[in-house]
Structures are given as structure tokens and as C-alpha cells.
């Protein structure tokens, strides 16, 4: 399975920038930017970097957020992430990037495109092809949903695609960043925001409901409501599931209690993810593998798991079906 899992052509729709960075990366950054206090010794920083819970996990974030000071650090971040992608097949990815905190941070915009651009040309040059997800920091408030608009309809980088939601969901409804989604639409991206990883159902009614949603990040607690899970099997709204990332934030117990089983049972559109892969241990293939180990799948469903990608991605028909 290990060997079939890394030839299948992988599409991966929800992992962000800042939370791709692996310690190769982040080692880099840390010896250009001293003055961040990141350890720049490799096991001092792989002690820093092993996972404890989500409050540690946040600081890790933060920490790596604030070494991205110019284009050549966003360069890195997107080049060692497609290099990551590269070694296990990936040929295609969607990665959620954050404006407002990078510019927040003082980082100029045109820095930020500069970096993404050419980082997107290096990866290109590995045979990965990259989309941008610009996403809104919820615990931000609506000034973010403002800014991250704006960036993107005024600045428009090749390779955007989607307009996200992230952060907290719990004190951060959906409803909010509507007229935010809503221009974003008009504006021919397309609506993917987080919902359900850390709430409950209604949050996902409400990213359908509110924001037009055309995947749903996470989706998580959709197995809550069964009625939920028929509207989505019904309308075809793919789930970017992030197994090991709920499981490492302590939303799920285990791979085995991951309610994935119960999606693909109603017929739900279920795609494999890994968020924010080296902060949680993951990689994409690590997450087929280890679906296919809890549900004992065989080869055509862990392939029907790796279509459903292709299939719920914003690339063109022809480049569809080139990975199919
Ligand atoms: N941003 C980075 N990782 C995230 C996650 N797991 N949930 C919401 N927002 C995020
Ligand atoms: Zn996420």
C-alpha cells in the first residue's frame, strides 16, 4: 500500500503556508533572523517544535510568523514546502496563505507577491503546481475580513483561486465575513472556508448558508447531523479532512474514531489533508496510509480518495483529468 499510496498523483487542498514550514525551513529563517529567538541548532529547534497541545502548537505558528520579514523568507517557505510535496507525489496543491497577519507584521504586500510568485515559479520548475487560498483570520475580526478583500481584489496574484476563513471558530461566527465572501464571489473566487473542526454542525449550515461554501475545511462534526451529511453527499460539497491534525488538536480520539468512516458511509465527497503538516507529524501520504490502515480500505478506495481531490480542486478540466 505504502509504495501505491506514493504513485498515485496527490492532490493536496488544505495546508497552509506558515504551517508547512519544516525544520529545514525554519532552520534557514531562524539563521537569517537571529534577532526572532528561534533556535537555529537543529535538535534545539526539534525540541522546540515537538508538538504538546494547541496553545504550543500556536506559539510554534507564531514563532515561525514572525522570521517572514521579506520576499526571499516567503520564498523559502514556499519552496522547501514544494520540495516536501514533490518527494511524495504531490502535483498539486491549494495552500492557504494569510495576508493580514504577514502584512500586520510589516511585511509590504509587493514583498509577499514577489515571494509567492517566485516560489510558485521554483515549484513549478520541481513539477508541482501551486494555487493560492487567501484566507481571513477570524479571531481578527471584521477589519481582517476588510484587508484580506481588498489585498486580493487589488492585488490578484496568478494562481489565486479561493477566498478562506480560518483560525478559532468557537466566539467567531461564520455570518460576519459574509459581505466579505460574498464580493470575493463576484470577484471569481471561489468560497472555501473552515468549518465544523472545532464547533459544531450549525457552524457548517452556516458556511453553506452564509458563506456560499464550496468545500468545507475540516467539517469535522458533520456526522452530528445526519441531515447535514445528506445535504452534502446530495450538492456533492467536497470535506478537506485533516485526520491527524484533529487528532493531534484533540478533536478526535483517534484515526479510528475519526468520524471519516461515517462520511464516506453517507456518501459524503471526502478529501485527505494535512493543514499544518510538520507542526502535527503529518505528510500526505502518512494520511492515506493511515485511513486506509483504521477503515481497512484496499487500492480502489484509497484511488477513489486521491480522485476525490483531483475532482473537488479549482484546476481546469484538462488539468483534472491529466492526474486522473
Ligand atoms: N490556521 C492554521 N492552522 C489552522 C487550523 N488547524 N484551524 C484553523 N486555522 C488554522
Ligand atoms: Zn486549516
Redesign the pocket.
Known sequence: MRSFVHALPKVELHV?LV?SAGLDTVLELARRHPEAGVPADRAELARFYAFRDFDHFLKV?WAVQSMLKGRADIHTLVVGLARELARQNVRYAEVTVTPYNHLTDGMAGDDLLAGLESGRAAASALGVDLAWCFDIPGEKGLVAGRETLAFARSERPAGLVSFGL??PEEGVGRAQFAPFFDAAREAGLHSVP?AG?TTGPETIWSALRDLRAERIGHGTSCHEDPRLMEHLALKGIPLEVCPT?NVR?RQVASIEAHPVRRMLDAGVVVTLNT??PPFFGATLEGEYLAVATALGLGRADVARLAENAVLASFLPNDRKTSLL
Open positions: 497552509h504551517g505558528y480560518g483560525g473552515h473542526e491534525s488538536t493543514d499544518d
